[in-house]
């Protein structure tokens, strides 16, 4: 409830995500940080967060190394602080496979494999029916081709999709259209907020299906309504590695009722 109220953009301080940095609790990492979406649940990765909490420890003075380590709930990420308010995140490697995922299969139409690339179908609550990639960066998320971003059902489909049974802990929702091999248009409706203006995760899991498709280079860059990031892919077993900026854009207290 408290994670709710401070979210609300028009009464609290505004967020899509919360993130907690606290000590490690493995001495061959740093820091260890916790997320939460708007809606109080917590997620299991953020790779925009990643670039944030570098960002913070650093101006901070928490941190003076410039790659830090870093724990979240599902395993380790390491950051580079490169200059410029750049930071490279290692992401580590995409899982592929339905239960890394996870997904369940039996609540999917069908499905078909193209290349390195495995497409399902699922039927949502109206009766329509989508086909989309999945992958995991550290959270689910699916993945849906389309011609045009601006046009994109974001807001109708992405409830529909983020909470289907196919995705059994539901899953961020990504909208991606292809523009050239080192270009892509990307809209994320994410898991506990809704639409965001912003997704790292979602940005490497657009770049891995894409590629996996054949349809864009080892590099891409990925633009959202909130800005771009840079994703290097190397393909299957590799770590995928996203540079974008981060920003301290003010600081302050809060303090509890």
Known sequence: AQIRAWADRRTGIGFDQLLIVAPPQ???????????????SEAEQCGNGARCVAKLVADTGMCVTPTIRFETSNGLIEATLLGNDQVEVDMGA???????????????????????????????????????????????HGVIRVPDVTSARVDELGPRLTAHPFFPEQANIGFCQVVDRGFIRLRVFERGVGETRA?????????VV?????????????????????????GPDSPVKMTGPATLVYGGQVESA
Not at 101 to 117: F, K
Not at 200 to 207: E, I, K, L, S
Not at 210 to 234: C, F, H, M, T, Y
């Open 94 to 140: 995409p899982g592929l496979e339905p239960e890394q995922i996870p997904c369940d299969l039996s609540h999917a139409v069908s499905s078909r494999t193209e290349g390195g690339a495995t497409f399902y179908t699922l039927e949502d609550e109206a009766g329509e029916t989508h086909e989309l990639l999945a992958a995991s960066m550290g959270n689910p």
């Open 210 to 234: 894409s590629r996996l498709q054949g349809l864009v280079d080892e590099k891409v860059k990925v633009s959202l309504p909130g800005g771009k990031v840079r994703i290097r892919w190397q």
């Open 26 to 40: 493995h001495p061959e990492v740093d820091f260890r940080y916790r997320i939460f979406n708007a809606d109080g």
């Open 199 to 207: 997704c790292g995760t979602g940005a490497c899991a657009a770049a």
